[in-house]
Nanobody
Framework: QVQLVESGGGLVQAGGSLRLSCAAS???????MAWYRQAPGKQRELVAT???????NYADSVKDRFTISRDNAKKTVYLQMNSLKPEDTAVYYC??????????????????WGQGTLVTVSS
């Protein structure tokens, strides 16, 4: 069973920093990993993605402030968030896809989401 467990959310003042972590378990291989967020009353939006350790993409709203990285050995993706703004307040979700051991000892594809971690930025 594939699980993504997030940590690192919390309350921070504007201008501050937080680091989110998302650890995957039950997987054979991780391909794309990403962070999304959903603010109250808004749709979930893509924040940052990493296809591998050298390929990253960011939403315009977080460029130059957020950094996504991954540790493949630890099967973990991180989101370093600096210069936080009140509009960054949201529930942040980890996403990953790849392969896992499915039934009959066969490798099967998966797509999974974490449970979400709340980030609140006060002004």
């Amino acid at each position: 069973q594939v699980q993504l467990v997030e940590s690192g959310g919390g309350l921070v003042q504007a201008g501050g920093s937080l680091r989110l972590s998302c650890a995957a378990s039950g997987v054979v291989r991780l391909n794309a990993m990403a962070w999304y967020r959903q603010a109250p009353g808004k749709q979930r939006e893509l924040v940052a993605t990493t296809a591998d350790s050298s390929t990253t993409n960011y939403a315009d709203s977080v460029k130059d402030r957020f950094t996504i990285s991954r540790d493949n050995a630890k099967k973990t993706v991180y989101l370093q968030m600096n210069s936080l703004k009140p509009e960054d307040t949201a529930v942040y979700y980890c996403y990953a896809d790849g392969t896992y051991w499915g039934g009959n000892h066969a490798v099967a594809p998966f797509r999974a989401w974490g449970q979400g971690t709340l980030v609140t930025v006060s002004s």
